[in-house]
């Protein structure tokens, strides 16, 4: 594991961004551990937030015209994001959805920049990936393109249990883009086996990764 993602895994654990206990899933599935991105909260918080998606995507190489933040919770990691990224000198449009269509004034989902060219999209974590299949259907409704899709937390899991393939395979495979993520699931067991007594909990996660979870990406 890298220093940068050893970092990221304790600013998580510092704000409660990641934290432990009995959480139900979008995809219905109950998991020991969450990682609830709304806690990054504080304005340094969201600072080294859009620094670390900043080098993630920087790293990648990967090319795009305009960042894409997914209600809810992509909305401000986008926003961070494009901030970052303006700092280095890349400075990019941003655009983000509402949930539910606006019917007064400007009116519509969509709000910021045009949805147009190569679309790189910004959220917290993929599960089982319905989140990321509502976006290509946004992006697609709209003409453009995806670049790829960057992700704090790579949860590793299924996309769903009688598939051998993870949720970001199956995205890669079938949208043909990269999925970038700044952790992943392994690391995130690594630095607690290193860095945490709790050895209950580890093996919740160890036992919770067994039912759902593939290894590889
Ligand atoms: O890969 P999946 O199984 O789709 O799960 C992951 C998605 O679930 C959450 O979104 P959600 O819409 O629940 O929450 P939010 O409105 O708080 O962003 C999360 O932010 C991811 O976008
Ligand atoms: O699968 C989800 O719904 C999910 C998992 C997680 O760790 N964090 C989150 O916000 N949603």
Do not use: W
């Not at 959805?97 to 190569?118: I, S, W, Y």
């Not at 890669?172 to 952790?183: G, L």
Request: with cysteine; net charge negative; aromatic share 8%.
């Amino acid at each position: 594991m890298q220093q940068y993602q050893r970092d990221f895994i304790q600013l998580a654990l510092d704000h409660q961004v990641l934290c432990f206990g009995d959480f139900i899933l979008k995809s219905g599935r109950q998991s020991p551990y969450f990682f609830n991105a709304g806690r990054f909260h504080t304005g340094a918080a969201l600072a080294a937030l859009g620094h670390a998606y900043a080098e993630a995507i920087i790293a990648s190489g990967t090319e795009f015209d305009v960042i894409f933040g997914p209600a809810y919770k992509g909305i401000p990691l986008g926003a961070v994001t494009a901030v970052a990224l303006a700092q280095k000198g890349i400075d990019k449009p941003f655009c983000y959805n509402r949930k539910e269509a606006k019917d007064h004034g400007e009116g519509g989902t969509l709000v910021g920049a045009p949805l147009n060219g190569k679309v790189l999209i910004i959220d917290d974590v993929i599960t089982a990936g319905t989140a990321v299949r509502e976006v290509m259907q946004i992006i697609d409704s709209h003409g453009a393109e995806a670049a790829g899709v960057v992700i704090g937390l790579n949860r590793q899991e299924k996309a769903s249990e009688d598939c051998e393939f993870s949720a970001i395979q199956q995205v890669e495979r079938q949208y043909n883009i990269p999925v970038i993520s700044i952790v992943q699931l392994d690391n995130v067991i690594s630095f607690l086996e290193q860095e945490s007594q709790d050895s209950e909990t580890l093996q919740k996660i160890v036992n919770y990764r067994q039912r759902y979870g593939v290894s590889g990406q």
